[in-house]
Protein backbone atom coordinates (compact mmCIF):
# COMPACT_ATOMS: atom_id res chain seq x y z
CA UNK A 1 0.00 0.00 0.00
CA UNK A 2 1.41 3.58 -1.36
CA UNK A 3 0.26 6.47 0.77
CA UNK A 4 0.36 10.26 -0.29
CA UNK A 5 3.26 11.60 1.93
CA UNK A 6 3.18 15.54 2.90
CA UNK A 7 6.48 17.13 2.07
CA UNK A 8 7.25 19.84 4.78
CA UNK A 9 9.29 22.13 2.53
CA UNK A 10 12.71 21.59 1.11
CA UNK A 11 14.80 20.26 3.17
CA UNK A 12 18.63 19.21 1.46
CA UNK A 13 20.38 16.17 3.04
CA UNK A 14 17.85 15.36 5.69
CA UNK A 15 18.83 18.49 7.65
CA UNK A 16 15.00 19.49 7.65
CA UNK A 17 12.98 20.34 11.15
CA UNK A 18 9.28 20.82 10.88
CA UNK A 19 6.64 20.51 13.83
CA UNK A 20 3.87 21.90 15.80
CA UNK A 21 4.64 23.00 19.48
CA UNK A 22 2.79 20.68 21.72
CA UNK A 23 0.26 22.69 24.52
CA UNK A 24 0.22 21.92 28.06
CA UNK A 25 -2.60 20.72 29.87
CA UNK A 26 -3.92 21.32 33.01
CA UNK A 27 -1.73 20.08 35.60
CA UNK A 28 -2.40 16.55 36.80
CA UNK A 29 -2.69 17.12 40.53
CA UNK A 30 -5.97 17.37 42.20
CA UNK A 31 -7.00 15.31 39.40
CA UNK A 32 -9.81 12.61 40.68
CA UNK A 33 -12.09 9.94 39.08
CA UNK A 34 -15.65 11.28 38.16
CA UNK A 35 -19.03 9.11 38.37
CA UNK A 36 -18.87 6.69 35.14
CA UNK A 37 -21.03 8.32 32.44
CA UNK A 38 -19.20 11.82 33.42
CA UNK A 39 -15.94 9.79 32.60
CA UNK A 40 -16.97 8.06 29.46
CA UNK A 41 -18.15 11.24 27.88
CA UNK A 42 -14.82 13.02 28.75
CA UNK A 43 -12.94 9.58 27.14
CA UNK A 44 -14.64 9.60 23.84
CA UNK A 45 -14.88 14.02 24.05
CA UNK A 46 -12.44 15.82 21.33
CA UNK A 47 -9.44 16.76 22.73
CA UNK A 48 -8.65 20.72 22.90
CA UNK A 49 -5.03 20.07 21.69
CA UNK A 50 -5.14 17.33 19.36
CA UNK A 51 -1.77 16.59 17.71
CA UNK A 52 1.83 17.52 17.13
CA UNK A 53 4.86 16.68 15.36
CA UNK A 54 8.85 17.57 15.42
CA UNK A 55 11.27 16.43 13.16
CA UNK A 56 14.96 17.39 13.05
CA UNK A 57 18.09 16.21 11.59
CA UNK A 58 19.93 14.13 13.60
CA UNK A 59 24.15 12.36 13.99
CA UNK A 60 24.49 9.29 12.86
CA UNK A 61 25.52 8.14 16.44
CA UNK A 62 22.27 9.72 17.83
CA UNK A 63 20.39 7.18 15.52
CA UNK A 64 22.35 4.71 16.49
CA UNK A 65 21.78 5.04 20.25
CA UNK A 66 18.06 4.81 19.47
CA UNK A 67 18.41 1.28 18.80
CA UNK A 68 19.20 0.56 22.54
CA UNK A 69 16.04 2.26 23.52
CA UNK A 70 14.12 0.26 25.90
CA UNK A 71 11.02 -1.29 23.89
CA UNK A 72 12.27 0.05 20.50
CA UNK A 73 11.41 -2.10 17.29
CA UNK A 74 14.59 -1.93 14.59
CA UNK A 75 15.07 -2.69 11.23
CA UNK A 76 18.23 -2.78 9.62
CA UNK A 77 19.03 -3.15 5.41
CA UNK A 78 20.72 -6.91 4.97
CA UNK A 79 23.45 -7.12 4.40
CA UNK A 80 24.57 -4.42 6.87
CA UNK A 81 25.29 -3.73 10.34
CA UNK A 82 23.79 -1.19 12.31
CA UNK A 83 26.97 1.04 11.90
CA UNK A 84 27.00 1.26 8.23
CA UNK A 85 22.84 1.55 7.69
CA UNK A 86 23.54 4.58 10.22
CA UNK A 87 26.17 5.93 7.14
CA UNK A 88 29.04 5.04 9.82
CA UNK A 89 31.58 3.15 7.91
CA UNK A 90 30.99 1.74 4.69
CA UNK A 91 28.47 -0.53 3.06
CA UNK A 92 29.13 -4.09 3.22
CA UNK A 93 30.83 -5.27 -0.44
CA UNK A 94 28.77 -8.69 -0.59
CA UNK A 95 25.21 -7.59 0.40
CA UNK A 96 22.91 -9.16 -1.94
CA UNK A 97 19.99 -6.03 -3.10
CA UNK A 98 16.18 -7.23 -2.62
CA UNK A 99 15.39 -7.28 -6.09
CA UNK A 100 11.92 -8.76 -5.82
CA UNK A 101 10.87 -6.29 -3.25
CA UNK A 102 12.47 -2.94 -3.45
CA UNK A 103 15.36 -1.17 -4.91
CA UNK A 104 18.40 -2.17 -3.46
CA UNK A 105 19.02 -1.69 -0.13
CA UNK A 106 22.55 -1.66 0.25
CA UNK A 107 24.64 1.75 -0.59
CA UNK A 108 27.97 2.48 -2.43
CA UNK A 109 30.48 3.21 0.43
CA UNK A 110 30.48 6.66 -1.03
CA UNK A 111 26.34 7.35 -1.14
CA UNK A 112 25.11 10.54 1.03
CA UNK A 113 23.48 8.73 3.99
CA UNK A 114 21.50 11.27 6.49
CA UNK A 115 19.15 10.34 9.66
CA UNK A 116 16.41 12.28 11.30
CA UNK A 117 13.96 12.33 14.19
CA UNK A 118 10.83 12.46 14.83
CA UNK A 119 8.53 12.83 17.30
CA UNK A 120 4.78 12.83 16.34
CA UNK A 121 1.61 12.72 18.97
CA UNK A 122 -2.14 12.35 19.11
CA UNK A 123 -4.69 12.86 22.05
CA UNK A 124 -8.31 12.09 22.95
CA UNK A 125 -10.08 12.86 25.62
CA UNK A 126 -10.70 15.86 27.47
CA UNK A 127 -8.54 16.17 30.93
CA UNK A 128 -8.29 14.59 33.17
CA UNK A 129 -9.02 11.56 30.99
CA UNK A 130 -6.98 12.31 27.99
CA UNK A 131 -4.96 9.84 26.24
CA UNK A 132 -2.25 10.67 24.30
CA UNK A 133 0.14 7.86 21.63
CA UNK A 134 3.41 9.18 20.67
CA UNK A 135 6.04 7.37 18.26
CA UNK A 136 9.48 8.89 18.13
CA UNK A 137 11.27 7.15 15.23
CA UNK A 138 14.60 7.60 13.83
CA UNK A 139 15.30 6.83 10.71
CA UNK A 140 18.62 7.13 8.14
CA UNK A 141 18.38 6.72 4.29
CA UNK A 142 20.51 7.13 0.74
CA UNK A 143 18.89 10.74 0.55
CA UNK A 144 15.36 10.64 -1.83
CA UNK A 145 16.17 7.00 -2.63
CA UNK A 146 15.91 4.31 -0.05
CA UNK A 147 15.87 3.76 3.65
CA UNK A 148 18.21 1.97 4.91
CA UNK A 149 17.36 1.85 9.03
CA UNK A 150 14.46 2.90 11.52
CA UNK A 151 14.10 2.75 15.23
CA UNK A 152 10.86 3.45 16.64
CA UNK A 153 9.17 3.77 19.98
CA UNK A 154 5.83 4.33 21.36
CA UNK A 155 4.64 5.35 24.25
CA UNK A 156 1.05 5.95 25.69
CA UNK A 157 0.29 8.92 28.69
CA UNK A 158 -2.73 10.65 30.70
CA UNK A 159 -3.74 12.69 33.57
CA UNK A 160 -5.81 9.86 34.95
CA UNK A 161 -5.83 7.22 32.03
CA UNK A 162 -2.68 4.88 32.34
CA UNK A 163 -1.03 3.13 29.53
CA UNK A 164 -2.08 -0.83 29.81
CA UNK A 165 -0.24 -1.70 26.59
CA UNK A 166 1.91 -0.18 23.67
CA UNK A 167 3.10 -1.76 20.33
CA UNK A 168 4.35 -0.44 17.15
CA UNK A 169 3.99 -2.05 13.71
CA UNK A 170 5.55 -1.84 9.99
CA UNK A 171 2.28 -1.12 7.57
CA UNK A 172 3.43 0.11 4.49
CA UNK A 173 7.01 0.65 3.18
CA UNK A 174 10.39 0.32 4.96
CA UNK A 175 13.84 -0.80 4.72
CA UNK A 176 14.56 -0.42 0.45
CA UNK A 177 11.61 1.29 -0.31
CA UNK A 178 11.81 5.64 -0.07
CA UNK A 179 8.87 5.73 2.74
CA UNK A 180 7.38 3.84 5.55
CA UNK A 181 4.51 3.79 7.82
CA UNK A 182 4.39 2.52 11.30
CA UNK A 183 1.65 2.73 13.01
CA UNK A 184 1.84 2.87 17.27
CA UNK A 185 -0.89 1.59 19.00
CA UNK A 186 -2.24 1.82 22.89
CA UNK A 187 -4.76 0.71 25.37
CA UNK A 188 -5.65 2.84 28.41
CA UNK A 189 -7.06 2.34 32.00
CA UNK A 190 -9.17 4.92 32.90
CA UNK A 191 -10.64 4.84 36.39
CA UNK A 192 -14.28 6.30 37.24
CA UNK A 193 -15.04 7.08 41.38
CA UNK A 194 -16.66 3.40 41.14
CA UNK A 195 -13.45 1.23 42.30
CA UNK A 196 -14.43 -1.72 40.04
CA UNK A 197 -15.73 -0.03 36.58
CA UNK A 198 -12.85 1.34 34.48
CA UNK A 199 -12.75 2.48 31.29
CA UNK A 200 -10.52 0.99 28.73
CA UNK A 201 -10.25 2.88 25.33
CA UNK A 202 -7.85 1.85 22.64
CA UNK A 203 -6.09 3.99 20.00
CA UNK A 204 -3.65 4.17 17.22
CA UNK A 205 -1.33 6.64 15.84
CA UNK A 206 -0.46 6.15 11.76
CA UNK A 207 2.77 8.34 10.74
CA UNK A 208 4.30 8.41 7.94
CA UNK A 209 8.36 8.96 6.90
CA UNK A 210 10.57 9.62 3.66
CA UNK A 211 13.88 9.54 2.26
CA UNK A 212 14.00 13.04 1.88
CA UNK A 213 13.51 13.33 5.78
CA UNK A 214 9.63 14.48 5.70
CA UNK A 215 6.90 13.23 8.31
CA UNK A 216 3.38 13.18 8.51
CA UNK A 217 0.26 11.64 10.27
CA UNK A 218 -1.59 9.76 8.39
CA UNK A 219 -4.29 8.57 10.08
CA UNK A 220 -6.15 7.78 13.71
CA UNK A 221 -8.51 5.75 15.01
Not at 2 to 8: H, I, Q, T
Not at 169 to 198: D, E, H, K
Not at 201 to 208: A, I, R, T
Amino acid sequence: MRVKLVAAGVVAGLLSAQGVASAKGPPSGGAKPLPVDQAAALVAAPAAVSSGSVTRAVSPQEALAAAALPGATVDVAPGMSLQQAVGIGAASSTATPNQAAAPAATAAADAATGCAANSAWWEWGTWPYQQRITDTTYWCAVYGDHITYRSSSVNGSGSLCNTNWTTSQLISGGIGYSWFVMRSSAGFNCPTVIPWVTLHPNHYLDVSRNAWGNSAIERTG
